[in-house]
């Protein structure tokens, strides 16, 4: 068999961050910065025949900070938010090859969440659970290339999701009877693109 060795990917990684309460523990909070420097960072690319093979893409660093915060309203609310950044790609040197300058696949710049969460008893260990909550992703994109197939961009645009569930639990007994509705703003999103059928110029798109 025809084989070939790239070297070790190797990252260093770097963080720094923060935890706390406030408010007699009703408020919690988090925070952190954090940053990864890669050598030879390893990617997955095809041939023109439709063969998945490694490759060495050189250098490439990760930056980015991650935030979150949840309050206690009342004895049954509480309400959270958290807030994350990511600049994630191949470093822009021409010693990186074709990729230099990309992004990482599937890694989006900013991610966030908010929501509220109603927990109230209503006998003996049963109880009332009901939550909303909005999600959302910036742009990402399917392949280490970051480039049309056939004039298709092989990438997802930004979007976000509102998701709600109602249910009853027991804590004793330790089950859990939801209904939930999720996507209700009928987003449509593509969670996959690219893959094999990219390399023949047909690629399939996964809605």
């Known amino acids: 068999a025809e084989i070939t060795e790239i070297p070790a990917e190797i990252v260093w990684n770097y963080a720094a961050g923060v935890k706390g309460t406030a408010a007699d523990g009703r408020v919690s909070y988090g925070a952190s910065v954090f940053y990864q420097d890669y050598s030879d960072f390893q990617v997955t690319l095809q041939d023109e025949a439709g063969n998945f ?23 049954s609310w509480d309400v959270f938010a958290n807030l994350a950044y990511i600049d994630a790609e191949i470093d822009d040197d021409s010693s990186n090859g074709n990729l230099a300058g990309n992004r990482f696949r599937l890694q ?3 991610t966030a969440s908010t929501g509220v969460r109603y927990l109230q008893p209503i006998s003996g260990a049963l109880s009332l659970t009901a939550s909303l909550v909005y999600s959302y992703r910036s742009d990402v994109f399917f ?4 480039a049309p197939i056939s004039g298709l961009d092989i990438a997802e645009d930004a979007y976000g ?4 569930r109602l249910g009853v639990e027991n804590d004793t007994q ?3 009877v939801a209904a939930f509705a999720t996507n209700l703003l009928d987003e449509e999103y593509l969670v996959a ?8 110029g047909n690629p399939p798109f996964v809605a």
């Open 143 to 146: 392949e280490p290339e970051n």
């Open 193 to 200: 693109a690219g893959n094999t059928g990219g390399s023949f």
């Open 161 to 164: 999701l509102l998701n709600l």
């Open 174 to 176: 330790g089950w859990r």
């Open 108 to 110: 989006p710049e900013w």
């Open 53 to 75: 093979f490694t490759a060495n893409a050189g250098a490439a660093t990760n930056t980015g900070f991650e935030a979150d915060v949840r309050a206690l309203i009342g004895d």
